[in-house]
């Protein structure tokens, strides 16, 4: 198998470049991204000894594009033959790790090679990126067209688009594909615990578009062996109202041992355009089997004026199963926009307040002021303390972001 991907991948770049002596459509973009936040919390890290102590106010590099405290830079390249029927696409990217002592991480999250042909089939071949399955929702973020592999779609009437891949590495799996080094993999050598996937979606124009991948259980999770659980999703998203966004996905997992610990999730992505205002809800609700965890939500209405080069923007997130992001550790710069993270228990919760303004300078370069106040609940026999008694904590991150697009 691991000598059918390297082949196949051969073939898919001698394709893309034989008999053409110029590059028909060749494109480069990127930007890079970071900004500075001031921290102000009344969360504890320990002191050293055994003991805790108040983490002071301070001030961490901060990107709001990245999610991370620190920063990213990312290279976009594309490349088609003159009759469109194959190339290649890449992506370079340099980003701060998550954790503040952590070295800088250069990654090639995408490059794959791709070749059509009888205009039906496409086979892509490499570390590959495809979003023909993904329905356009705000916070469901799946794999089923991604990993370090071989996939193929196939187009058999208008609107239809039906696929399988066979992939090495996972996407999600411990981040392992986006690293340069992730060809020292076990799975490069063994496909018998490769993730395969199993993807059909149809596209009615002006009506509807509608999803449903699967993927079994699997152990490519990279380096760190993780296995990853057996899954699917279906999605549909509306597309017969102008300015009108719409789009209901649910999310089944775990389903190898669904009674104990499965997990559905259901994801609404509302939003709307009335002139120079937008304005929408990104909701989820979590129902786990495990017991004594029952059912978690998420909330997130959010509005947002565009006038000019000035952009206002406010949103607001409830979560209930969540905690404030980077509050659990002693990671201090682990503060972003975003502003939280789930727990899988709804003992705990967060409600984050996060107001900007965005100002478009010159057309490639954006600067963006705002704010991220972030309230926490939790139980402590959660945190191993006996009792049920809630306590809360603050974070607050006053930031600056700059944004240059090339």
Known sequence: MKRLVYAAYAIILAAATAGTAFAQEFKL???INSGLGLVITDRQESDGNGGAQNVAPHLTAFGVDSEQWGYRFRLN?????????????????????????????????????????????????????????????????DDMGEGLGLSLKAAPAPGFDLGAGVYAISSLGSGDNNTLAAGINKNLINLSGAKYTFNVGYTLPDAFKFTATFRPKNDAGGSSNRDESMKAIIGVRLLAVKNLTAVVEAELDNLEEFDPKGKVTIYETIGCKIG????????????????????????????????????????????????????????????????????????????????????????????????????????EDYYGVNGHKKNSKITNVFYIDVKWSF
């Open 77 to 141: 390249g594309s490349y088609a033959n003159e009759a469109k029927t194959a190339g290649v696409k890449l992506r370079l990217q340099g980003q701060s790790k998550t954790d503040k002592d952590g070295a800088p991480v250069v990654s090639l999250p995408i490059a794959y090679g791709w070749l059509t042909f009888f205009n039906v089939f496409t086979l892509n071949a490499g570390i590959i990126d495809d979003g023909s399955w993904n329905s356009g929702g705000a916070m469901l973020d």
């Open 276 to 379: 120079d205002w937008s304005f929408g809800l990104n909701a989820g609700q979590y129902i786990l089997a495990k017991e004594n965890v029952g059912l978690g939500v998420r909330l997130n209405p959010w509005v947002s004026g565009a006038f000019g080069a000035i952009v206002p923007r406010l949103d607001v997130v409830y979560f209930m199963g969540g905690k404030i992001d980077g509050s659990d550790n002693d990671e201090e710069g682990k503060y972003h926009r975003k502003g939280y993270a789930a727990t899988n228990n709804t003992g705990d919760s967060v409600i984050a307040i996060r107001p900007s303004v965005k100002f478009n300078i010159d057309g490639r370069t954006t600067l963006e002021i705002g704010d991220v106040a972030s309230f926490e609940q939790w139980h």
């Open 29 to 31: 973009d990127g930007y």
